[in-house]
């Protein structure tokens, strides 16, 4: 296999959002020489879509996705309108940012809520709602299923299986976000990806590792090498199966990487995708 | 549907594990009219299995499974050989107390290794190993699939479709462990309990909650009604699979429940049973 291509490494800012602002991270991005970032809105929202995209252009960055869109399911209507709502504003800025997909973490169950299947049905139809504004602004809906961990509280697309049915139900303009986080441990990775890949679904690839032990269910993954997780073989499957996107590194690390200096997170990160991945 | 009936209550011993010795434990159930009783090794060594068999006898209680057999992968043949020793000592103290079931916790990545598939097929040849004394010892293996996020420590069968898909693999004489805890989140989950049903397959029921937000990756498993998991709809798949066994409780729990005095949490169990499964 070839090693992996340095202009295909994206930043997702998730993986330094304690200590640097946005203009920090695309500033750093160009001075490490990572052509893409992918952005989260509570940090586009420093400066604004707009300013931003200007800004970007700018630095000659790819913006390789913007997180996140979701959070379909709600206890009631007037809670499904304002996430349908907030979602086509997502969907403007992905657009004005020029970002290759807009990622979604559907949401889990309702407060109060024990059906999954229910929340489920209400992650169909918010997609669903939204996709003419997506298709329409050019904007890929990219569904990222989430480690079955989150099921309750962030997201109840769990596999890649469940995520490619509900792209089938769906039709064009939505995909899967793949994050080896997420679906590292599932029997049916290698056939799941080839089979996004024969559908055309295949948006974005993100890559981290999988600690052992792991000590907080959300904060506390890995940089790439110091895990479980066979990067090269996933890499294998995701670059077989046709994608030819960017490869984003995002880290959620409360204790580690969130606590270092951002520009020796980077430095890290590149040899790391070098190496390891 | 019908209420769950309390001759099918049963306590696996990990849940008042930290104040109640083996002979506690046995003397409990039967003073609190709970009918059923699982095991785990380390007590069991405490009295020893034909010790422990006279006793549980002499309070009336069926033993409806051994906690655990299984991890099978090892570094080395050395390793492998040593769990294969282990697991058949578990199947001759299963036999000893007359355990319903054996369970499988089947292991998960050997130290180093990033090779889930490898891990995987040392479980189907471990368990392929141990099989034909189970079936002399007339003792059942029940593969738990354990969730995902045991994947790389604990066990690399983490869905019931999986599970199964293992059983058609071994023959006869194995089957599966079904824990909400580790399952409930699976979109294939009704469909899965109806194949093992089909397949002959269903071997023991666990049962407790999903709690949110959940603390801690192992010890902080909710009691049933305290969490998010739809107990009685999950029951309902089961029992139209055919299962008849028993549903056993069983919470790790360190914050809570294992701090509390094992006579409430018996009482508690006993309660939420009849109310919330």
Not at 24 to 29: A, D, N, P, T, Y
Not at 80 to 98: H, M, Q, V, Y
Request: aromatic share 6%; charged share 25%.
């Amino acid at each position: 296999m070839d090693a992996p291509r340095p202009e295909l490494l994206s930043l997702n800012t998730a993986t330094v959002r304690e200590k640097w602002n946005l203009a920090q991270m695309i500033e750093g991005c160009a001075r490490h020489g990572i052509r893409g970032i992918s952005l989260w809105r509570d940090k586009l929202d420093e400066l604004g879509a707009a300013e931003a995209a200007h800004m970007i252009r700018a630095h000659g960055l790819t913006v390789t996705g913007l997180c996140r869109g979701g959070m379909f399911p709600a206890t009631d209507q007037a809670g499904r309108e304002a996430s349908i709502r907030d979602n086509l504003k997502a969907i403007d800025d992905a657009a004005t940012i020029g970002a290759r997909c807009l990622v979604l973490v559907v949401g889990g169950l309702p407060a109060g809520s024990k059906d999954i299947a229910g929340a489920r049905a209400q992650v169909r139809d918010g997609i669903a709602a939204i996709l003419p504004a997506a298709c329409a602004a050019k904007v890929p809906l990219a569904i990222e299923p989430l480690h079955p961990m989150y099921a309750a509280d962030r997201a109840c697309v769990n596999t890649l299986r469940q995520a490619l049915d509900l792209c089938a139900v769906l039709g064009d303009g939505v995909g899967v976000a793949v994050d080896v986080y997420h679906v590292w441990w599932d029997p049916e990775l290698e056939d799941q990806i080839a089979r996004a890949g024969r559908e055309k679904r295949l948006l974005a690839y993100h890559i981290c590792d999988w600690l052992v032990p792991t000590t907080d269910l959300l904060l506390d993954r890995g940089m790439m090498g110091d895990g479980v997780i066979d990067l090269p073989r996933i890499r294998g499957w995701v670059e077989g199966a046709g994608y030819a996107g960017s490869h984003e590194v995002e880290i959620f690390s409360a204790g580690n990487w969130w606590k270092r200096d951002p520009d020796e997170v980077l430095e890290v990160i590149i040899q790391r995708y070098a190496s390891c991945t």
